[in-house]
């Protein structure tokens, strides 16, 4: 072990610190054309006509690519791992969020490539909107997707669930039940360097894409699948990026590029505007999560259930696997040996939503924590005695059916409570991450071994 | 129009409504400011107009025409950093680099201005416009102080590394 | 198509060139106008560059303090103007954006697309500032609130004026996010000379307004009468409601402790 806790140097460090580290913007090459999106200016609806003829005949434009451009339009960023795809890299009949990409121009200049933007004749017949996930559900909500409102594909089941042991006899024998909705909200990753990316067309009929992706490979594989290529036509050059935070997971320069750079012949570039990238780059999903616990008025929890909605957006991309991670870890860092969840990705008519750290877990650990202080209130207990008694241990067994060998709940909420200067009694700064026994196995945990299932196969 | 830039004098030949930073990038191939917003809001493209301070998407070229214009890359070498660029490697105040530039730029011209230590409120109202979102501000806020007060140096000190891969083994590591 | 570039050596030519100001698009600091250049908003035939036609200063003339419409900002956060004035120019961006950033880009600044704008205003109106302007029909000069409230489109700024005495009390009380970049919740300064009040709010609506009813009665709840706040991304109509009053006695208390 020399790195950890060793003060090494930057590699990178020296090229940030006097200007000369090489981002995607930064790249030359010759005789490089611009590129410009035409966008969605609706939030919902449907493309009625669509005439690029007058834009490509503009003085210094040289490629424009629409859906019939493209070998394979609908392709679904996590289609190799088995969900579908849904979303057409370019709009044919529907728009179905504000900012969602039509065409897009290879043109001399910035200002040509906007000229010829906004010579492309095109028409809308304007449908409902819908923003509120909770009401994705509703019989009567404005239909966005060929799915309906819902994602469906987990196994047999149109949403992903998690059961363990018996919820009924949790809520029956509970002194208390404590419920709670949170509902987090949207947030763009923001990254400093906008989307950006350039495309050069090779002598030898390869691409070289220079990209700012936080996924090379995975990236790599979705332009691939567009373009209907092997993988080995493609160069991708990468791992200078402008921060990402999870946003630059999603491909979203790079097989426009691609497309236009093979059309026009030329290398291309795209570099979002600060505007593009607030209004038409994914966020942080927004949730709609609700819980209600039985708990004993000493402080045991009994039994959960949760009914989460995750906000797709649009199109689905990541979010079937968002959600699995949010459904593992809708327990928290707790053992809870009664539990149901059910849990939906509904589309709205919001740009799609990705990773943004610690996708999806984010989203329900905000929702656990503060529902834990709320049971603590409501029983009377110390919020800390709580989480420890309650705590994982060793042996303990996940909603997703883990058996834990070093969970570490109990030693960081006792290093967080000294460092905060909370004085816990005795009883619980002694306690560790050992097996439970005596009075910490009470009848109920002691049965819990074997009881989960995860149901739904799917991501 | 002419700038010197970074030494160097050069005719330019974009129209005169051209950002300053488009100029640089475009016309003249330097690229240490970077377009982060092009609306005068994140500090990324900010370079030394005769020595002052500016966001150059916000100025037009034939504003600043005859000027002299430092950028990072005129700032030092990476065989002789300026103390403030020792300060921000040293003290790991640049992580995906980005902000990097206009961070640097602002930072030396607050020192330049000051002719001495800098303290934390004098650093904040200098650089309070200039967005990071990877590092957070304690070790650029604590860069530039230590930069001021000459408190830089032992950037040898730190282990060399090749080019390319840092020179760390990990045994063990599932990486 | 580029623009036509005309870049005035004194404030004759600029005014000259100018004319009624028909198809002309005035660049001052820029730091409202190049960002919407940038983003293909605006489209000008032809571009007044002011830079280099002597219409930046603060110079003191008999009673009056004269203040060039290509005064930066930051030149009025320690300059010789009334503390008023400089109280609200420190609010405005930050360091490097008041460096480019005008008094007559500020005053001349239209509404903006997500914030109220020309934050400066009310410190202006509150202190009984004039401005002198050039455009159709010559030369004039008349009250900030004036200027605001008309059109202002055909009249290039050419100086602010402020009387050395205008305030012998003043009191200031604005709201704004805690960032550097942040425009004006609301901003209320008050100024009072010969036992006389001016009282102006900034940052509420597209332009600075005159708050004639509080003037005459000294009843913060009356600034409702004089300014209909608006939504926008900085904060909400009725969150401007709301603070409003509560701004306007703060600046009265203020101004009575001074
Ligand atoms: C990051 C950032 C933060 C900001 N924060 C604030 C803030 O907190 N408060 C605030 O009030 N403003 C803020 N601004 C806006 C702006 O910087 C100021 O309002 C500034 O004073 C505008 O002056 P300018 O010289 O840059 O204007 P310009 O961009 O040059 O011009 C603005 C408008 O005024 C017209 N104009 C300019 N000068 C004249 C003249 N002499 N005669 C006739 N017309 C003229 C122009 O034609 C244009 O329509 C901010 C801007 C940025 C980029
Ligand atoms: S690019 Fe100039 S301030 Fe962001
Ligand atoms: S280091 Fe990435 S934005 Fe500052």
Known sequence: ?459 | MRLTVNGIESEISSPPLTPLLHVLRDELDVTSPKAGCQQGGCGTCTVLVDGEPRRSCLTPVAAVDGASITTLEGVGEPERLSPVQAAFYEKYAAQCGFCTPGMIMAATALIDRKGGPVERDEVLEALGGHYCRCTGYVKIVDAVMAASRGEVGDVQDLPVSEAGEPSVEVHGSPA | MAPQVLIPQSADEAATLYGDGEGITVFAGGTILMPELASGRIRPERALLLHASGLSGIRSDGGVIRIGAMTPVAALVDGPVPWLLSIYATHVADYEVRQSATIGGNICAPPGRESQRGDLGAALIALGARVRSAGKGGERTEAVEDFLSGDRSGRLVLEIEIDVDAARKSGASGKRRKHAHSYAIANVAIAERDGELRVAVAGVGPTAVRCRSVEASRDPQDVLEDVDPVDDAVATAEYRRQILPLLVREALDRLETE
């Open chain 1, 1 to 459: 072990m020399k790195a950890v806790g060793a003060r090494l140097p930057r590699y990178d460090g020296v090229g940030h610190v006097t200007g000369r580290t090489r981002f995607v913007d930064d790249v030359r090459v010759g005789k490089t054309l611009w590129v410009k999106a035409l966008r969605s200016p609706h939030h919902h609806a449907a493309i009625t006509r669509l005439d690029v003829s007058k834009a490509a005949a503009m003085p210094g434009v040289h490629a424009i690519v629409t859906h019939e451009d493209i070998p394979r339009n609908v392709y679904g960023h996590l289609e190799a791992l088995g969900v579908p795809g849904d979303e057409p890299l370019l709009a044919a009949e529907d728009v179905r969020y504000l900012g969602q990409p039509i065409a897009a121009v290879a043109a001399e200049s910035e200002a040509a490539a906007q000229a010829a933007v906004e010579a492309i004749e095109v028409s809308y017949e304007e449908k409902p909107a819908l923003f509120d996930i909770r009401k994705a559900l509703d019989p009567d909500a404005p239909q966005i997707h060929h799915w309906g409102n819902v994602y469906p594909h987990y196994g047999s089941y149109n949403h992903r669930r998690v059961r363990k042991g018996n919820i009924d006899w949790a809520f029956e024998k509970a002194d208390v039940i404590v419920e709670g909705v949170y509902r987090p909200q949207a947030i763009e990753q923001l990254p400093l360097e906008t989307q950006v990316c350039t495309v050069v067309p090779e002598p030898d009929g390869r691409l070289t894409v220079y990209s700012c992706t936080q996924a090379m490979y995975f990236s790599m594989g979705v332009v691939a699948a567009h373009l209907q290529w092997p993988l080995n036509r493609l160069k991708f050059v990468g791992g200078t990026v402008g921060g990402g935070f999870g946003g630059k997971v999603d491909t979203a320069t790079d097989t426009i590029c691609c497309l236009l750079a093979l059309k026009a012949r030329r290398p291309v570039k795209w570099r979002w505007t600060r505007e593009e990238e607030m209004l038409c780059s994914s966020t942080r999903a927004p949730w709609h999560i609700e819980l209600a616990d039985a708990v004993t008025s000493d402080g045991w929890i009994l039994g959960r259930r949760t009914l989460t909605i995750h906000d797709a957006g649009a199109y689905a991309r990541f979010s079937p696997y968002g959600l699995t991670k949010h459904a593992f870890h809708h327990s928290g860092a707790y053992t809870i040996p009664n539990l149901r969840f059910d849990g939906f990705v509904a589309f709205t008519n919001r740009v799609p939503t990705t990773a943004m750290r610690g996708f999806g877990v984010t989203s329900v650990s905000f929702a656990v924590e503060t529902h834990l202080n709320r049971v603590a209130e409501a029983i009377g207990m110390d919020p800390w005695e709580l989480r420890l008694k309650n705590a994982n241990r060793v042996g303990d067994t996940t909603g997703n059916g883990v058996t834990l060998k070093d969970p570490s709940t109990v030693p960081v909420t006792l290093a967080a409570a000294e460092r905060v200067g909370i004085e816990l009694p005795a009883e619980y700064r002694a306690m560790t991450s050992d097996p439970r026994g005596g009075d910490l196995l009470p009848e109920h945990l002691a049965a819990q071994q074997n009881l989960s299932e995860l149901n739904g196969g799917g991501h």
